[in-house]
């Protein structure tokens, strides 16, 4: 499945689901508020992890590092 694709697929479950929401009881919404939270937590996550991937490949860069890159 294309990245296109599967985001589209995504988005089109996140609206269901918010657009359902209003009719789940207490339990339920919390934990479609959890989903959502676990959602924007990982796009931090994987900005985070773009960054130290970064930085690990400058580590390994000879013309940088000489005999101490890693």
């Known amino acids: 499945m294309k990245t296109e694709q599967l985001q ?3 988005n ?3 609206d269901i ?3 359902l929401e209003h009719y789940a009881d207490k339990t339920l ?3 479609i508020n959890s989903l959502f939270d676990e959602i924007v937590a990982s796009d931090d996550i994987e900005d ?3 960054i130290n991937y970064s930085a690990d490949d400058e580590a390994q860069d000879w013309n940088i ?3 101490n890159k890693i």
């Open 65 to 67: 590092f000489n005999k």
């Open 8 to 10: 589209r697929l995504l």
């Open 12 to 14: 089109t479950a996140c």
């Open 29 to 31: 919404q919390k934990d």
């Open 17 to 19: 689901i918010t657009s």
């Open 48 to 50: 985070e992890i773009r």
